[in-house]
């Protein structure tokens, strides 16, 4: 039986994912560093959209893995994940919703506390800053990533951008 929810078998495994996804990006990011990057993880592995070749990615996922092996679990956390942009979001959001509590329903008292609403939203944007990161740490990715092997990596190009699928097994 697992001790968290975090130890159910698809959610670790998209934690792992995760992790070698973001340790991807930032061996790909070393390589190529004006290239534009993003990537999706799920339970079978990860996607890498990017003008790179597959064996670039290939090669970085081989390093990544093994770089994470080694203790570097930094690498599971990136300053662009998705999650970071949605701590901050739901944190400013919640901030401006706050800002309009006893406006009333007249469109003229909540344009009055505009001002009120984007100091809020921009105060809960700093204090989010830095938990983005502790929540990619702590429940959206893992740095360890275990039995996870590389399957093979496949790519497609749709629309002129190359998507490149990366499987895992473990």
């Known amino acids: 039986m697992s001790d968290s929810i975090l130890d159910l078998k698809p959610i670790s495994r998209t934690r792992r994912n995760h992790g070698l ?6 061996v790909l990011g070393g390589k190529f560093p004006k290239v ?3 990537g999706h993880s799920d339970p079978i592995g990860f996607t890498i959209i990017g003008n790179v070749s597959t064996e670039d990615v290939a090669e970085a996922a081989i390093e990544a893995l093994k770089r994470l092996r080694e203790g ?9 994940c998705g999650t970071n942009f ?14 309009t509590i006893g406006a009333g329903k007249e469109i003229k008292n909540k344009l009055a506390r505009l001002p009120l609403m984007i100091m809020l939203a921009t105060a809960a944007l700093v204090a989010a800053q830095p938990l983005g990161p502790i929540i990619q740490k702590q429940i959206t990715t893992s740095g360890n990533p275990e039995a996870l092997e590389l399957v093979r990596v496949e790519t497609a190009i749709r629309a002129g ?4 699928r990366v499987f895992t097994e473990g």
Request: hydrophobic share 50%; aromatic share 8%; net charge positive.
């Open 36 to 38: 534009p990057l993003a």
């Open 161 to 164: 951008q190359k998507f490149h």
């Open 72 to 80: 570097q679990s930094q690498l599971a956390v990136h300053k662009n």
């Open 21 to 26: 996804e973001h340790a991807t990006m930032h």
């Open 86 to 99: 949605a701590v901050s979001g739901a944190f400013a959001g919640l901030a401006a919703w706050l800002g």
